[in-house]
């Protein structure tokens, strides 16, 4: 069973930076494997912000582009999102996602098959 469990929400001041961990189990599928991020404002759709597969390919919403970053150390089966020059619309309840290997791309309209209880980023004026 997939385990996803994230840390490192908070709340900053805009063009501030923050960091988020997300450490995962159970997520190969095929010796593959598909994490990312994606983030959820109550009543709105979620949103994917960013994808990493096993293979190298990287996606990011264009809304983060150039801003934030996606990365996945193996060895201790942790992912990370670093968030650069936050806005106060990045403000979401991030969650940390295993999505099949196939669909690994946050324009896939449903990625985020797993998920864990999201940790929260709130980002002021």
């Known amino acids: 069973q997939v385990h996803l469990e994230e840390s490192g929400g908070g709340s900053v001041q805009a063009g501030g930076s923050l960091r988020l961990s997300c450490i995962a189990s159970?997520?190969?599928?095929?010796?593959?494997?598909?994490l990312g991020w994606f983030r959820q404002v109550p009543g709105k759709e979620r949103q994917g912000v960013a994808s990493?597969?096993?293979?190298?390919?990287?996606t990011y919403a264009d809304s983060v582009q150039g801003r934030f970053t996606v990365s996945f150390d193996y060895a201790a089966n942790t992912l990370y999102l670093q968030m650069n020059s936050l806005k106060p619309a990045d403000t979401a309840m991030y969650f940390c996602?295993?999505?099949?290997?196939?669909?690994?791309?946050?324009?896939?309209?449903?990625?985020?098959?797993?998920y864990g209880r999201g940790t929260q980023v709130t980002v002021t004026a």
């Open positions: 996602t295993a999505e099949s290997p196939t669909y690994c791309s946050v324009t896939y309209a449903q990625f985020g098959s797993y």
């Open positions: 159970n997520f190969m599928h095929n010796g593959q494997y598909c």
């Open positions: 990493i597969h096993s293979d190298g390919k990287i």
